[in-house]
């Protein structure tokens, strides 16, 4: 079963559709893409580009070809490969629902198991059961609640549960139920680089001319949410506390911004280190008393996540070799490529590198 827009979808994406590593077919899978690669594709593409997710897509399967190999890797493994996406809930999740599937025996290969799976959500699963299995389910993302309520004229917000239900009822009605991965694929495709967020290419769109928002003037309008997403103002002061030999490091908590990645010493920590009662405490390390009354300036930095606007005061302080920093763990500069840190911190570290290299 096909609709008028499903079947002006399918000749628009044999045409227009984008050549993407994991829509290749695997000769296991009966010509189907291969499950493994379609979910890694599915997470890494949460809250990312394709454009940033394909080279994390392609490091990743050199490196675990299978999802036997991913549960294998150790989670610092997987969170260094993933350093730098952001989101590092989503790596956590990745290797935890790898561990799952290995121990299983064989990949989910029903919506309700995929659906059971860590960081699958209704979308991932739904893109995962259509494209790898072939399975009647329809994909709703940012790019189709775009693309439907634009050709059906729909302002009801997409960020409540009328409108969730709405469009995930429409998605499945327009669902070409001989083909839902080619659907599925077209429809994103086409909401990616067609019906785009921003200037959109509607004069040469194949769906204008029953495109309800076009004909209304709507088009800059839809889709409409009912909330504005709050940014929250972070200020953080890093300390770049190091030794000739190298340099000091901790793990964040379990949860929370940044969680259980590596950061430097905060201000605070510094000026414990500074104090002369940390130093009575620390008896193995008397050269504390020579440290500088303060760690010299390296500048401010800027980093801008989806909900937090950062604001970072960088420092360096420079010790002698056998320091102890409470709570902190000293590593060699070799040992920094083991770690898996926040871009934020990597960049404040790449910048002084050079310059003190230079």
Same mark, same amino acid.
């Given at each position: 079963?096909? +609709?008028?827009?499903?079947?002006?979808?399918?000749? #628009? $994406?044999?045409?227009?559709?984008?050549?993407?590593?994991?829509?290749? %077919?695997?000769?296991?899978?009966?010509?189907?893409?291969?499950?493994?690669? @379609?979910?890694?594709?599915?997470?890494?593409?949460?809250? +990312?580009?394709?454009?940033?997710?394909?080279? $994390?897509?392609?490091?990743?399967?050199?490196? #675990?070809?299978? @999802?036997?190999?991913?549960?294998?890797?150790?989670?610092?493994?997987?969170?260094?490969?993933?350093?730098?996406?952001?989101?590092?809930?989503?790596?956590? *999740?990745?290797?935890?629902?790898?561990?799952? !599937?290995?121990?299983?025996?064989?990949?989910?290969?029903?919506?309700?198991?995929?659906?059971?799976?860590?960081?699958?959500?209704?979308?991932?699963?739904?893109?995962?059961?259509?494209?790898?299995?072939?399975?009647?389910?329809?994909?709703?993302?940012? *790019?189709?609640?775009?693309?439907?309520?634009? $050709? $059906? /004229?729909?302002?009801?917000? !997409?960020?409540?549960?009328? /409108?969730?239900?709405?469009?995930?009822?429409?998605?499945?009605?327009?669902?070409?139920?001989?083909? %839902?991965?080619?659907?599925?694929?077209?429809?994103?495709?086409?909401?990616? +680089?067609?019906?785009?967020?921003?200037?959109? =290419?509607?004069?040469?769109? %194949?769906?204008?001319?029953?495109?309800?928002?076009?004909?209304?003037?709507?088009?800059?309008?839809?889709?409409?949410?009912? =909330? =504005?997403?709050?940014?929250?103002?972070? +200020?953080?002061?890093?300390?770049?506390?190091?030794?000739?030999?190298?340099?000091?490091?901790?793990?964040?908590?379990?949860?929370?911004?940044?969680?259980?990645? #590596?950061?430097?010493?905060?201000?605070?920590?510094?000026?414990?280190?500074?104090?002369?009662?940390?130093?009575?405490?620390?008896?193995?390390?008397?050269?504390?008393?020579?440290? %500088?009354?303060?760690?010299?300036?390296?500048?401010?930095?800027?980093?801008?996540?989806?909900?937090?606007?950062?604001?970072?005061?960088?420092?360096?302080?420079?010790?002698?070799? /056998?320091?102890?920093?409470?709570?902190?763990?000293?590593?060699?500069?070799?040992?920094?490529?083991?770690?898996?840190?926040?871009?934020?911190?990597? *960049? !404040?570290?790449?910048?002084? =590198? *050079?310059?003190?290299?230079?």
């Amino acid at each position: 079963m096909s +609709t008028p827009l499903s079947n002006t979808l399918a000749l #628009w $994406y044999a045409e227009h559709g984008r050549d993407l590593p994991w829509r290749q %077919p695997s000769e296991i899978c009966d010509q189907r893409p291969d499950a493994y690669r @379609v979910w890694l594709s599915e997470i890494i593409l949460q809250q +990312t580009t394709v454009r940033q997710g394909t080279a $994390y897509y392609l490091r990743f399967v050199q490196r #675990w070809p299978s @999802v036997s190999d991913l549960a294998a890797a150790s989670e610092d493994e997987v969170l260094r490969e993933w350093q730098g996406l952001g989101y590092y809930s989503r790596a956590r *999740n990745l290797h935890r629902a790898a561990q799952l !599937i290995a121990q299983s025996g064989s990949f989910p290969s029903t919506y309700a198991e995929l659906r059971a799976l860590p960081g699958v959500g209704p979308y991932t699963a739904a893109a995962i059961a259509s494209i790898a299995y072939g399975l009647p389910h329809a994909v709703v993302d940012g *790019n189709v609640y775009r693309v439907l309520s634009r $050709y $059906y /004229g729909i302002d009801t917000p !997409i960020d409540t549960p009328e /409108g969730r239900r709405l469009f995930a009822q429409l998605a499945q009605e327009e669902l070409d139920l001989h083909d %839902p991965a080619r659907h599925n694929q077209a429809l994103m495709d086409f909401g990616a +680089t067609q019906c785009t967020p921003h200037s959109p =290419r509607c004069e040469s769109c %194949p769906l204008s001319s029953g495109c309800q928002a076009l004909a209304a003037g709507h088009v800059d309008i839809l889709p409409v949410k009912a =909330r =504005r997403t709050q940014v929250q103002q972070l +200020t953080l002061h890093y300390v770049l506390v190091h030794t000739p030999s190298g340099l000091y490091l901790r793990q964040r908590p379990q949860r929370g911004i940044w969680a259980r990645l #590596w950061e430097l010493p905060t201000f605070d920590a510094v000026s414990t280190l500074l104090s002369p009662r940390s130093v009575r405490s620390l008896p193995e390390s008397p050269s504390v008393w020579s440290l %500088p009354e303060s760690p010299a300036d390296l500048g401010t930095y800027h980093h801008q996540l989806t909900h937090r606007a950062i604001t970072c005061h960088a420092s360096v302080l420079a010790v002698p070799e /056998g320091t102890q920093v409470a709570d902190y763990i000293h590593i060699s500069w070799e040992e920094l490529d083991d770690y898996a840190l926040p871009r934020l911190i990597l *960049n !404040i570290i790449a910048q002084w =590198r *050079n310059k003190h290299s230079a």
